[in-house]
C-alpha cells in the first residue's frame, strides 16, 4: 500500500465556504483523490493533516499551533513509510496580519520540504516525494471570515509562479490548482463541492501520469 499525506489547511480540511461545516472525506479532495486512485487499481491510503489557519513558517497571534513547520518532521517520522507528501499551504500567509509577498510564503514552502526531507524517519524507509500544489488564488475574499483576508489579493499576486521557480530549484513534482479550478464566490477563499471533486481527480491523474505511485 502507497500513503500518501497531504499537509494543508482549511482549503484541503474542506470548509464549506462561509461556514463553519465540513464536508465529509467523500466530498473533499483527498478522499475523492484516494477513490479515483482505489479505482484505477491503485493501492492507496491518503492520510489528511489538514489544520484550519495554518500557515508555512510564521505565528498566528491569535491562535496557537498554526505554524505549518511546528512537528512535521515528527508528522513525517509518524506516518511513514511515505511515498508522497503533498503540500498546498501559503493562504493563510496573506492575512492581514502578516505583509507578505508571494516570494516570501514560497520560501515558507521551501522550508517545509527541508524538513520533510530531513525528517528522522528509519532508515529503511524511503524519503518522500513531495508534490507542491498552488492553492487557489484568492479573489474578492468576503463572508465571516474575509475581513481576516483584506488585501490578500495584492499580497498574494504572482504566488503560483513563485511555487513554481521553488519547486524547480529544490527538484520537487509541481502543480498549479489554478489551471483548473477556483475559489468559491461565496468567500473567495475556499472551494465549493464540485471544485472539490474536480481537483481530487486532476491530482489523481497527476500522480498516476508522473508515476508518483507503484504500479498497480
Given at each position: 500500500?502507497?500513503?500518501?499525506?497531504?499537509?494543508?489547511?482549511?482549503?484541503?480540511?474542506?470548509?464549506?465556504?462561509?461556514?463553519?461545516?465540513?464536508?465529509?472525506?467523500?466530498?473533499?479532495?483527498?478522499?475523492?483523490?484516494?477513490?479515483?486512485?482505489?479505482?484505477?487499481?491503485?493501492?492507496?491510503?491518503?492520510?489528511?493533516?489538514?489544520?484550519?489557519?495554518?500557515?508555512?513558517?510564521?505565528?498566528?497571534?491569535?491562535?496557537?499551533?498554526?505554524?505549518?513547520?511546528?512537528?512535521?518532521?515528527?508528522?513525517?517520522?509518524?506516518?511513514?513509510?511515505?511515498?508522497?507528501?503533498?503540500?498546498?499551504?501559503?493562504?493563510?500567509?496573506?492575512?492581514?496580519?502578516?505583509d507578505n509577498k508571494a516570494s516570501m510564503s514560497a520560501?515558507?514552502?521551501?522550508?517545509?520540504?527541508?524538513?520533510?526531507?530531513?525528517?528522522?524517519?528509519?532508515?529503511?524507509?524511503?524519503?518522500?516525494?513531495?508534490?507542491?500544489?498552488?492553492?487557489?488564488?484568492?479573489?474578492?475574499?468576503?463572508?465571516?471570515?474575509?475581513?481576516?483576508?483584506?488585501?490578500?489579493?495584492?499580497?498574494?499576486?504572482?504566488?503560483a509562479k513563485e511555487l513554481e521557480k521553488v519547486s524547480?530549484?529544490?527538484?520537487?513534482?509541481?502543480?498549479?490548482?489554478?489551471?483548473?479550478?477556483?475559489?468559491?464566490?461565496?468567500?473567495?477563499?475556499?472551494?465549493?463541492?464540485?471544485?472539490?471533486?474536480?481537483?481530487?481527480?486532476?491530482v489523481a491523474d497527476f500522480l498516476s501520469e508522473n508515476?508518483?505511485?507503484?504500479?498497480?
Amino acid at each position: 500500500m502507497d500513503n500518501i499525506l497531504v499537509y494543508s489547511d482549511s482549503v484541503s480540511w474542506g470548509i464549506i465556504p462561509d461556514t463553519r461545516q465540513r464536508m465529509t472525506f467523500a466530498q473533499r479532495w483527498p478522499g475523492v483523490l484516494e477513490f479515483h486512485l482505489n479505482e484505477n487499481h491503485h493501492n492507496v491510503r491518503v492520510i489528511e493533516n489538514c489544520l484550519n489557519g495554518r500557515k508555512t513558517v510564521w505565528d498566528d497571534p491569535f491562535r496557537e499551533g498554526r505554524r505549518g513547520v511546528d512537528g512535521l518532521a515528527q508528522v513525517i517520522e509518524m506516518h511513514s513509510p511515505l511515498q508522497c507528501v503533498i503540500l498546498m499551504l501559503g493562504t493563510n500567509d496573506f492575512q492581514e496580519t502578516h505583509d507578505n509577498k508571494a516570494s516570501m510564503s514560497a520560501q515558507g514552502v521551501a522550508k517545509l520540504v527541508s524538513v520533510i526531507r530531513n525528517a528522522p524517519i528509519e532508515a529503511d524507509m524511503p524519503v518522500p516525494k513531495i508534490l507542491i500544489i498552488a492553492p487557489v488564488t484568492i479573489i474578492n475574499p468576503c463572508g465571516i471570515i474575509g475581513y481576516k483576508f483584506t488585501g490578500a489579493e495584492k499580497r498574494c499576486a504572482g504566488y503560483a509562479k513563485e511555487l513554481e521557480k521553488v519547486s524547480h530549484d529544490l527538484e520537487t513534482l509541481f502543480l498549479d490548482a489554478n489551471k483548473w479550478v477556483k475559489v468559491s464566490e461565496r468567500d473567495g477563499i475556499h472551494l465549493d463541492e464540485d471544485q472539490h471533486l474536480l481537483l481530487g481527480k486532476v491530482v489523481a491523474d497527476f500522480l498516476s501520469e508522473n508515476k508518483v505511485l507503484h504500479s498497480p
